[in-house]
């Protein structure tokens, strides 16, 4: 039994493991990476926050492009009327909408819930973190039988991208 804990103990799987940040943001990698990376590319920049601040249909592409633009645009520019945006519809389109359960793109939406958490996490109320804490536990447990191998459709396409982006957004308050 010593060989076998001292095996795992030396495998690979930790080799390249380094500890989850407290700070925010996170998803995207911190701040001064987010900065970075606007700097190099300035004009896919400001198409992506051009877009985001139009005035968007708030569902599928449109509403996941308006979050993540302005998401993106409050970590870099601290507009905090865009920021509470982002946070009122996670709100709105996901954490206080009915779960939802089975062959359905519920993991987008925790995705989507996850990048509003982590980047605009300063403009969510307590009561609202803990709403979206608790969306993502009773997404995961209505979620825990459906659709539970690969042969189902979309099964890694966005549902272990939802539970990681949601689990990845919640770490250190969950």
């Known amino acids: 039994m010593t060989m076998t804990v001292q095996a795992a103990k030396s495998s690979g799987f930790d080799t390249h493991r380094h500890a989850i940040t ?84 519920f ?11 982590d980047l605009c996490y300063d403009l969510w109320t307590a009561e609202e973190r803990e709403r979206f804490r608790k969306y993502v536990h009773a997404t995961i447990e209505a979620n825990h039988e459906s659709e539970p191998s690969v042969f189902h459709n979309g099964w890694y396409g966005y549902k272990h991208w939802g539970y990681g982006m949601a689990g990845y957004a919640l770490m250190h308050d969950d």
């Open 22 to 105: 407290k700070d925010r943001p996170r998803l995207f990698g911190s701040r001064e990476q987010m900065r970075k990376l606007a700097a190099q590319r300035p004009e896919a920049y400001k198409r992506m926050v051009d877009y985001a601040r139009r005035d968007l249909v708030e569902e599928g592409y449109e509403l996941q492009a308006k979050m993540l633009g302005l998401a993106i645009a409050y970590v870099l520019e601290g507009n905090k009327t865009e920021g509470r945006l982002v946070v009122d519809l996670a709100l709105k389109h996901f954490v206080d909408k009915p779960i939802r359960v089975g062959h359905q793109t």
């Open 107 to 117: 993991a987008y939406d925790m995705t989507k819930g996850a990048i509003a958490y």
